[in-house]
């Protein structure tokens, strides 16, 4: 046991996941073996769970299965086609004003879509999610805090989601009265994601010091504009980009802190749809709903009302 508690964090997270891999109901029913092994488990390896930790970000291969995402997609589509409502600026542009016409969107973002449509709730990603941020954070409570649908229409150039970090968006510990933030953040592939059609890009390890850049609004001085933040990435300063292209069926995983975003989309035929689950702690997710904090983009309390210390404003010239 002593050694144990000496042990460094990395090494006692993977010895807690070998436990819990062999304890819970993530269990392998046969010899030891990785990726998805049954309906509802998908078992990470060593190498996975240390490249999230040190990277802040990683990809998962053949999460879902290509019947799984055809299910997934029907409901997804129905959102897109605004066959299922979803009121107020919970369907937007994220790359727009809130005012953009609906014809000129280029992302098309809905925000929560199983409080929108509760029959969603449960699906196969919500269940293999689950068992996995539960052996990324084994130590911990991990539960669903929010869900989000996104598209980047076919031959958007400008369907770029700006530099940022999740918790410019979120409120922080100040404001929430917890230190702890562990967040995984879940982007499962429902199409091939690549570089032309605008995949994921991050900087590689931003996140480690678990410090929050200056953010400030990407489309106009304030939130009454878009909900879009945005900051710098300089490589000249050290900031080491790198790409993270997703098969369709395939996720990936990032942290809270860190600097990602995403080009344009320049595929003339194709487009790129992402659905997102986020997990953080239980304490975390009821301090955020104490506060009136649910991540829709209806709420009151949003990164224009947050307390917390951090800097969300224009820059003035």
């Not at 802040?56 to 086609?81: A, H, R, S, W």
């Not at 009265?177 to 592939?189: E, P, Q, R, Y």
């Amino acid at each position: 046991m002593t050694r144990a508690c000496n042990a460094s964090p990395l090494k006692l997270t993977l010895t807690l996941v070998a436990l819990f891999v062999n304890q819970s109901t993530c269990t392998p029913k046969y010899t030891p073996h990785f990726g998805r092994i049954s309906p509802d488990e998908y078992i990470l390896t060593r190498e996975q769970i240390r490249a999230f930790h040190r990277e802040g970000c990683t990809t998962l291969p053949n999460v879902l299965t290509e019947e799984e995402v055809c299910e997934i997609e029907q409901t997804f589509d129905k959102f897109l086609n605004r066959e299922i409502h979803v009121p107020g600026k919970d369907f937007c542009d994220m790359s727009k004003p809130f005012n953009t016409p609906f014809d000129q969107w280029s992302i098309v973002n809905c925000m929560l879509p199983t409080k929108y449509h509760p029959p969603f709730a449960n699906n196969v990603y919500e269940r293999l999610t689950r068992c996995i941020s539960r052996q990324l954070f084994p130590t911990k409570e991990m539960m669903k805090d929010y869900d989000q649908l996104l598209n980047k229409r076919p031959g958007k150039g400008d369907a770029v989601f700006a530099w940022h970090q999740d918790m410019g968006y979120w409120p922080g510990p100040k404001e929430l009265g917890v230190k702890d933030t562990s967040t995984v953040t879940f982007s499962l592939a429902v199409d091939n994601s690549e570089e032309v059609n605008g995949c994921l890009r991050y900087v590689a390890g931003s996140g480690r010091e678990k410090k929050l850049r200056p953010h400030e609004p990407a489309l106009g001085d304030s939130r009454d504009d878009g909900h879009a933040l945005a900051i710098k990435v300089d490589e000249k300063k050290g900031d080491v980009v790198k790409l993270a292209p997703c098969p369709r069926g395939s996720v990936t995983i990032h942290d809270e802190y860190i600097v990602h975003g995403s080009s344009g989309n320049s595929s003339k035929e194709r487009q790129r749809r992402t659905y997102v689950v986020a997990y953080r702690t239980r304490q975390t997710v009821e301090a955020e709903r104490r506060i009136g904090f649910t991540h829709s983009h209806n709420d009151q309390v949003n990164w224009d009302t947050f307390q917390d210390g951090e800097c969300r404003e224009k820059k003035t010239e």
